[in-house]
């Protein structure tokens, strides 16, 4: 089975910076292009980045400059550097990932969640 584990969220103040990972683990065959995503209260959730396998990322106008993605593919793991964090990047923070596993289907999954709470 497929899991998608996201850690490093916490409280920072603004200006601060946090380093967010997401780890897929199971039986996986191949991970294909991850993303990022974040919901704040009372909102839609909303994209924030995606990075493909060979390390090309897409990143949203809201957090150009201060947010980079990263991946080490040995370790199935997407990185989030998030730096100059403002208030407004508080939310909910989830990967979403194409996987195919050994067995099962090529699908996306995504993580439980982390949170981000930037305070002033």
């Known amino acids: 089975q497929v899991q998608l584990v996201e850690s490093g969220g916490g409280l920072v103040q603004a200006g601060g910076s946090l380093r967010l990972s997401c780890a897929a683990s199971g039986s996986i065959r191949s991970v294909d292009d991850m993303e990022w995503h974040r919901q704040a209260p009372g909102k839609q959730r909303e994209l924030v980045g995606s990075i493909t396998s060979g390390g090309s990322t897409v990143i949203a106008d809201s957090v150009k400059g201060r947010f980079t993605f990263s991946r080490d593919n040995t370790k199935n793991t997407v990185y989030l550097q998030m730096n100059n964090l403002k208030p407004e990047d508080t939310a909910v923070y989830y990967c979403?990932?194409?996987?195919?596993?050994?067995?099962?289907?090529?699908?996306?999954?995504w993580g439980q969640g982390t949170q981000v709470t930037v305070s002033t």
């Open positions: 979403a990932g194409a996987i195919r596993p050994w067995i099962g289907t090529y699908r996306i999954y």
